[in-house]
């Protein structure tokens, strides 16, 4: 198995960018993946292969990933009270096994 | 519309067993992957199992390997979760998801969820 590190909390003002951060060795040779879940909800996918955005959903054109190393990275710009939710990264190897990071709870002030 | 529609959580005692059910709709079922998610109350997302479009091939987190069973029935556009010699720590919502692919592998993230069922496992 393997292990992705996401920092436990993040907090923006509205308006701001907000970037949360996903650790991992693994992260060069594999994809990464994102998700929102907010409160009582199931999550819902927001980026795929790293940076793809699944296509039809005008409203989270505002989120986008990134990758450098072993570090990916989503971004959420003009951030805005409705974006106040946990995000996840995730990714998978060629046998099948997946992984989730620790999650990230994002505060808009 | 696609959807998800888990069922079968409850309450069952340590050492018990549980089958949990998700009936899909809105896509050709055979066409993709299926996996499990579960969420502990006030904790993360861990990956439990996931099984291919085919029915072929499964794969299991080391927590519930030798445990657990994933099946699907395609003419009935379900998949299924066999958990059986249930831990306390197997207490959790569990999420049903559609892979986008056939196969698991590199590219398996989880396209679209269920709004999940509870199983909840006393000592």
């Known amino acids: 198995s393997y292990e992705l590190t996401q920092p436990p909390s993040v907090s923006v003002s509205p308006g701001q960018t907000a970037r949360i951060t996903c650790s991992g060795g693994?992260?060069?040779?594999?994809?990464s993946y994102w998700y929102q879940q907010k409160p009582g909800q199931a999550p819902v996918l927001l980026i795929y292969k790293d940076s793809e955005r699944p296509s039809g959903i005008p409203e989270r054109e505002r989120f986008s990933g990134s990758s450098s190393g072993t570090t990916v990275t989503l971004s959420i710009t003009g951030v805005q009270a409705e974006d106040e939710a946990d995000y996840y990264c995730?990714?998978?190897?060629?046998?099948?096994?997946?992984?989730f990071g620790g999650g990230t709870k994002l505060t808009v002030l | 519309e696609e959807q998800l529609l888990e069922s079968g959580g409850g309450p069952v005692q340590r050492g018990g067993s549980l089958r949990l059910s998700c009936a899909a709709s809105g896509f050709t079922f055979g066409d993709y992957a299926m996996s499990w998610v579960r969420q502990a109350q006030g904790k993360g997302l861990e990956w439990v199992s996931s099984?291919?479009?085919?029915?072929?091939?499964?794969y299991f987190a080391d927590s519930v390997k030798g445990r657990f069973t994933i099946s699907r029935d395609n003419s009935k556009t379900t998949v299924f979760l066999q958990m059986n010699r249930l831990r306390v720590e197997d207490t959790a919502v569990y999420y049903c998801?559609?892979?986008?692919?056939?196969?698991?592998?590199?590219?398996?993230?989880?396209?679209?969820w269920g709004q999940g069922t509870l199983v909840t496992v006393s000592s």
């Open positions: 998801t559609k892979v986008p692919a056939p196969i698991v592998g590199t590219i398996t993230y989880f396209q679209h």
């Open positions: 693994a992260l060069p040779k594999q994809y």
């Open positions: 995730q990714t998978s190897d060629s046998s099948g096994t997946v992984a």
């Open positions: 099984i291919s479009g085919s029915g072929g091939s499964s």
